[in-house]
Structure formats: C-alpha cells, structure tokens
C-alpha cells in the first residue's frame, strides 16, 4: 500500500549477517496509525526524525505484531526511490502531533497496558520528576574499521562503547528502566566517549524544564521487552492549547494511532477507603 509517514523515531544501525546495514524506523501514518519499518538501510537519509515521506508497504510475513510492515522498495534503491514530502519544523505541529499520540491506557501502567493488549509501539509520557540516567560499559563493543568501497562510517551497535539506559515512573506509578537505541544517542556517544553522563546532561534526560514523551518499541524475539526508540522533549512553556494544525491528525477514528486504549492516563492510587461504608456517621444524634 501507498502511505506517508512521519517519523517519530529510529533505531541505531545493525550490521546483518550479508554485511548489509540497517534500522529500524517508526512513523505515523494516517491511514494505519503507529507502524515500524523494517530493515531500513542505515543510509537513507530520509528516515530522519519529522520527515514526511511517501513510502510502499507491505505486510511483514515473518514478523506478526500488527504494527510491523516491511518497505515495498529494493534495499540498496531505497536511499534513491524514497521521497521526502516535507519536514515538519513548527513546534506546535510536533507538539500536537505528540499529543496525539500519548498512549492513554487509565490507571493501567501503559507497559503492562501494551503487554496485556499485545501491543509493540507506544508513545509514553513519564512522571517529570522521576527520570533518571544509568551509563554502562558496552561488553560487547567491536571496534570494527570501515570495509573496502565504504565512503562514510557508519558504526553499529555493537561498536558504540557504551549501553545507556532511562529510569523513570509511568504516571499510573510504576518504575521501568530500558535502553535507549536512538540513532541519535548512538551517533552522539562519537562525541561524549570520554564523559558519557555528560550526553545525559545534554540531552536534558533528568531536567525539570523539559516535558518528555519516549517512543518504546518491544523486541520480536522479546515480546514483553521494551526499548526506548526515541527521547523527544520540549520545554514546559512551548506547550499550551494548540488548534489543529497538521492534516494528518484529523478525521481519525476514536482511539487512532492505536487499535485499542485504556482512557485518560491517572495515577494508580492502589485501593481507596470507602467513606460511606459507616452508617453510624449520620445517624448518630448530637
């Protein structure tokens, strides 16, 4: 099918085994909501964060969580075939369009509301005040050099020498810590090798001026695990009421980009005293 998407996120470069470099992406399309794309190639520029583009998709066969399709496009054609609509620049566009797509799964922890719904994308918005960094040393790094006939190196995951990781509190209250595999953390590690908390410091991970949604993406040979695809942050006065301003988020059916929610995200206050279970409160004279 023909569709455009939005890109929300995509995940740092992986080599395969036929020496091939790819990623994954997800975007938001109007006509199927939230969707991944796999294997992208590592080089088509297109798949940049809020690109709009035209794509080709197909149903990936081999991979059955309904948000999975596969490019329609010859691998090493893609960084050509591939058009760029536009890049969507205005911040209340990009807010909106966030907004949109916060999952709201009630007083359900929007993990286990994924989990239960076997769902394997979502846009979350975590507590403001419980975010926190957690830097590891990469075990598995590969210090591979480019190939003959490569003109740009491009390092995959297991050539980044570090592993970040997020903690951080669902608003329902539940802690989760995952790793983050944004290819612009991957590429940002280049320059924060000798002082990696500092990449957390600069990505504003743990500020309290910044609102952040994380884009989560689960594992197909994991299926309850979920990685952090995407940090996407503002600043708390570039938010407020916003008329609609981008096509793509109008005459959507109830619940879209998602096949099913859970209503309005609410803290999970655990089970509550019942008040009127007491008669004697009102029935006993002065």
Not at 15 to 41: F, H, W
Not at 178 to 194: G, I, L, M, Y
Request: charged fraction near 25%.
């Amino acid at each position: 099918m023909d569709t455009e998407l939005i890109i929300l996120g995509r995940g740092s470069p992986n080599k395969t085994k036929d020496g091939r470099k790819t990623l994954c992406a997800i975007g938001l399309s109007k006509e199927i909501g939230l969707v991944r794309v796999y294997p992208v190639n590592a080089e088509a520029r297109q798949f940049r964060l809020w690109n709009r583009i035209k794509v080709k998709l197909k149903k990936n066969e081999k991979d059955n969580r309904p948000e999975s399709f596969y490019l329609d496009h010859d691998f090493y054609s893609q960084p050509s075939q591939i058009k760029v609509v536009e890049t969507i620049k205005d911040s209340a566009d990009k807010l909106q369009i966030l907004d949109s797509c916060e999952l709201q799964s009630g007083e359900t922890d929007p993990i286990d509301f994924c989990n239960q719904n076997k769902m394997s994308i979502a846009l979350v918005r975590p507590e403001k005040n419980q975010i926190w960094g957690v830097v590891k040393p990469n075990d598995r790094q590969r210090n591979d050099r480019p190939e003959d006939g490569e003109q740009e190196w491009l390092p995959t995951q297991e050539q980044a020498p570090f592993i970040y990781q997020i903690g951080w509190q669902s608003i329902q209250g539940k802690n989760h810590t995952q790793s983050v595999v944004s290819f612009e953390f991957h590429e940002a590690q280049r320059k924060f090798e000798a002082t990696p908390y500092a990449l957390l410091d600069n990505a504003k991970i743990s500020s309290k001026d910044y609102q952040k949604w994380f884009l989560l993406g689960n594992q197909n040979n994991k299926r309850n695990s979920f990685l952090i695809v995407h940090v996407h942050r503002f600043l708390e006065h570039d938010q407020g009421f916003m008329l609609p301003c981008c096509d793509i988020l109008s005459g959507n059916p109830a619940g879209w980009p998602y096949f099913v929610t859970g209503g309005r995200n609410v803290k999970n206050v655990g089970p509550q005293m019942d008040l009127f279970k007491s008669t004697t409160l009102f029935t006993e004279s002065a």
